[in-house]
């Protein structure tokens, strides 16, 4: 297992002990096919890697992600917290620990782990603590969850290069939080690829408009 700082506090405000109990058996049913490309939410791709991105309201997120070159396939659920196979509804007690997280599997020979970073600093604002805009709620906090050192050390290094950008552009301090990736929960079936299921629906990208420069 992977043990590490975190970049910054996620204040989330339940721990282990006083989590929801959840359940043991996921709320999404597989097969599960991914509404852009029909393959399976869970299908395994030779070569491929992962990257866990939470940067609020995963509808949006998710969709940021869908049809970037090299990437395979995206789903959204809860990553960071302790509750088991948490429903949405749990999520937003803010009683499970998790945050709405995007997973992104794609191709490092097409895409890199740096490229997706570089577009999850530069599509939210890693400013607010614990929300986004008019989302508010530990849920909504910014966070990679790496999955190995190296990605780990790339997430540090574009904090960091992205934080002088913030800092000279007159933003304070950078709260992304900075974590091994843990256990994943897919959401329900509803969530995946909302937008494209519900192309007028409301989930905005508050990007600030600063670019993050080092991939």
């Given at each position: 297992?992977?043990?590490?700082?975190?970049?910054?506090?996620?204040?989330?405000?339940v721990d282990a002990e006083h989590a929801l109990p959840g359940r043991g058996e996921p709320v999404l049913s597989m097969p599960f096919l991914h509404r852009i490309t029909a393959n399976r939410l869970d299908r395994e791709f030779p070569g491929a890697e992962t990257a866990y991105l939470a940067a609020g309201c995963f509808w949006g997120v998710e969709k940021l992600y869908w049809n970037l070159p090299g990437v395979l396939s995206t789903a959204v659920g809860y990553m960071g917290g302790?509750?088991?196979?948490?429903?949405?509804?749990?999520?937003?007690?803010?009683?499970?620990?998790?945050?709405?997280?995007?997973?992104?599997?794609?191709?490092?020979?097409?895409?890199?782990?740096?490229?997706?970073?570089r577009l999850f600093f530069?599509?939210?604002d890693?400013?607010?603590?614990?929300?986004?805009?008019?989302?508010?709620?530990?849920?909504?906090?910014?966070?990679?969850?790496?999955?190995?050192?190296?990605?780990?050390?790339?997430?540090?290094?574009?904090?960091?290069?992205?934080?002088?950008?913030?800092?000279?552009?007159?933003y304070g301090r950078l709260v992304t939080q900075i974590a091994p990736a843990g256990d994943w929960y897919?959401?329900?079936?509803?969530?995946?690829?909302?937008?494209?299921?519900?192309?007028?629906?409301?989930c905005p990208v508050h990007a600030t408009g600063i670019r993050c420069s080092a991939v």
């Open positions: 297992m992977l043990r590490f700082e975190n970049t910054a506090d996620a204040d989330v405000d302790y509750t088991p196979n948490p429903t949405y509804e749990e999520v937003c007690t803010g009683q499970t620990g998790h945050a709405e997280t995007v997973r992104v599997v794609f191709d490092p020979t097409r895409t890199s782990y740096a490229q997706l970073v530069e599509n939210h890693p400013t607010q603590l614990n929300r986004q805009g008019a989302d508010v709620g530990t849920q909504y906090r910014s966070a990679l969850f790496a999955t190995s050192p190296a990605q780990e050390a790339t997430a540090r290094r574009l904090y960091e290069s992205f934080q002088a950008s913030m800092t000279e552009a007159g897919y959401a329900e079936g509803y969530h995946q690829q909302y937008l494209e299921a519900n192309p007028d629906g409301y």
